[in-house]
T-cell receptor, first 113, second 116 residues
């Protein structure tokens, strides 16, 4: 089965460090989403892209977070500088197009000390 | 703004029995999709079932079925013949189809435990 691949699966780092999370969407999927999951807030959308163009990043703290799609097979989410409150599980999901279900990766568990 | 409410933080069921998880949502849109996702301890997010708002027929997938009540904005999930592997967090989610906005809005989840 085709799957969304996220790396790394776990990341532990100290506050102030740059963190980069990567996502390889399912081949042929043109829509990519980044979600964050915390105990307090649940699952929240950070940003999403269609055909590599950002459509909505209103859920993302702009001062420290950035999301890009350098090409159709790679999406990145960067945090610089990282803070302890960024500790969460970050999910990437991809979809074939409009009105198609989203398929999730296994997530990156991020811990900022 | 769209909201999704799951009023049961935790539920338990005996193996082989049936359980129903509740979900209500709020939207002013007429066209939208509703989903149930399962998140086992491995933390994968697995799509369980999907319902299109313009379809009156309730969606079914093997042991999983939904009761979609559009007027009441209710979307419950029924799991029949519960299995130990059904133990997981279950999230109800909504996405609108108009305007190209497709972000999923999730409920807070229901933790389901299937007991042997």
């Amino acid at each position: 089965d085709a799957r969304v691949t996220q790396t790394p699966r776990h990341k532990v780092t100290e506050m102030g460090q740059e963190v980069t999370m990567r996502c390889q969407p399912i081949l042929g999927h043109n829509t990519v989403f980044w979600y964050r999951q915390t105990m307090m807030q649940g699952l929240e959308l950070l940003a999403y892209f269609r055909n590599r163009a950002p459509l909505d990043d209103s859920g993302m703290p702009k001062d420290r977070f950035s999301a890009e799609m350098p090409d159709a097979t790679l999406a990145t989410l960067k945090i610089q500088p990282s803070e302890p409150r960024d500790s969460a599980v970050y999910f990437c999901a991809s979809a074939l197009g409009e009105d198609q279900p989203q398929h999730f990766g296994d997530g990156t568990r991020l811990s900022i000390l | 703004a769209q909201t999704v409410t799951q009023s049961q933080p935790e539920m338990s069921v005996q193996e082989a029995e049936t359980v129903t998880l509740s979900c209500t949502y709020d939207t002013s849109e007429n066209n939208y999709y509703l989903f149930w996702y399962k998140q086992p301890p491995s933390r994968q997010m697995i799509l369980v079932i999907r319902q299109e708002a313009y379809k009156q027929q309730n969606a079914t997938e093997n042991r999983f079925s939904v009761n979609f009540q559009k007027a009441a904005k209710s979307f419950s999930l029924k799991i029949s013949d519960s299995q130990l592997g059904d133990t997981a967090m279950y999230f109800c989610a909504f996405t609108q189809t108009q305007g190209g906005s497709e972000k999923l809005v999730f409920g807070k989840g229901t933790k389901l435990t299937v007991n042997p």
